[in-house]
């Protein structure tokens, strides 16, 4: 990670002297962005039954995340005398002697403010990791889960402490502890929960793609804010690195579109939306390291690799509902080797704080190519062998991570939630029963109206034919 040289003797000023009212305003609200980012896309590329327990999941995941950063999270990622490359200590539990000296990752910045903005980042990785658990997993144990990983997964890029941060790493806003954690992580959490039963699977497609596109678009003006916020400041770099995620997202979300119509002939939405989230993970770690040109280049790989890699879940034989490796891991890792390509120390010095930093090949620096290949290798096995031995140690002591299979055929939102995003068992209910919309009930035994009167023969062979094609029809759209 970048070297952050202050550019006056902070020391020698006094705390309001220090930091722009412009820079904090905007790291805040960039923060606050970065908050609603993941749930209702989510919601949308879920089936019916389950759309809103993703909803819980991703809120639920939220706030055990907010708790553990200010229990002790804060402190072992970020705490400026740790003594190893890995974790860190509990110096600053709950949120202990963190307030307005200039923080360890920019100086820019006050140390509490930073404390925030990296929360928000843990939160959302956390979110994203929530997909593991689609339409099979439970939610409480999914929530210890989330405090046991976020605990041990998150020190090594950031931390002026942590090794990757003391090699020299290419990571602008979290290609390996946000995206390819969540991604890797949500393939081995997917893959300790198993499948999902066979027959669930026969008709499954996402059960609103409108609001997979609204959370696209969400997820696409929370990452402005998340990339963009990465700088700690409202300067150029921060212009920069919005600059590259809308175009990243563009050409990522124009090559998997294209790449989809070549076999279906069609314009695919959730292909495009795909792409779109491909290229911004891709300018995750990218976009403050990399010129606008590169940034076209990546979105492109990202848009088109990343499509190929939804293939390989079948390949290795883990059900990964929501695409998390092939998304955010397979992403996650173009931009990084892009960085080792691409970076140049004219874009890393636009924030005017950020010097001595070499880039890529595009600066003759041609070992942090394999640099950054060698970290993404060692972030993907860490991660993989960590979530796959949490979620195991949770199973065996007695913290059910899976539903069992009439669970899952009912559906998680009934099951854990006992609401709906769209409450398709009233409809049901409705139809089938045939006590409302102008279909009468029928006493089955007399053969009576409900309204009085007796049912003919022919009123009733009538009746049965509308309940059994409702049935029919709703149960197809359920699935």
Known sequence: MAK??????????GPRSVFDRGDVSFIIVAGALVLFMVRFLYSGLARRK?????????????AVTIFQWFFWGYSLAFSSSATNGYIGNLKNFGLRKVLGDPSPGSPLIPELLYSFFQMEFACVTAAI??????????LFPAMIFTFVWVTLVACWVWSVNGWAFRWGILDFAGGGPVEIASGVGGLALAWVL???????????????????????FVLWFGWLGFNGGSAFGANLRAIMAIWNSMLAASFGGMAWVLLDFRLERRWSMVGFCSGTIAGLVAATPSSGFVPPW?????????GTLCNFATKLKFLVGIDDALDLFA???VGGIVGLLGNGLFASADIISLDGVTTGIRGGWLDHNYKQLYMQFAYTVAVCAYTFA??????????????????????????????????????YIEVRRDYTDGDRHGVPDVDQESGDH????????????????????????IQARVA
């Open 4 to 13: 952050v040289v202050p550019t006056r003797n902070l020391e020698q000023i």
């Open 50 to 62: 389950s759309a809103l327990s993703l909803i819980w999941a991703v809120s639920g995941a939220n």
């Open 129 to 138: 990791l929530m997909g593991g658990v689609a339409e099979r997993g439970r």
């Open 194 to 216: 198993g499948h999902r039963g066979k027959h669930e699977l026969l008709n499954f497609r996402p059960h609103n793609v409108s609001m997979v596109n609204l959370g696209t």
């Open 294 to 302: 590169a940034s076209v280049v990546i979105g492109v790989a990202s």
């Open 327 to 329: 998304e955010h891991a």
């Open 386 to 423: 960590m979530t796959a031995a949490i979620a195991k140690a949770l199973d065996l002591v007695g913290l059910r991570l899976r539903v069992t299979a009439d669970e899952e055929r009912l559906g998680i939102d009934e099951v854990e939630v006992g609401e709906f995003a769209n409450d």
């Open 450 to 473: 409900s309204e009085g009167g007796a049912a003919t023969e022919e009123e009733k062979h009538k009746l049965d034919t509308s309940h059994g094609q409702m049935e029919i029809s």
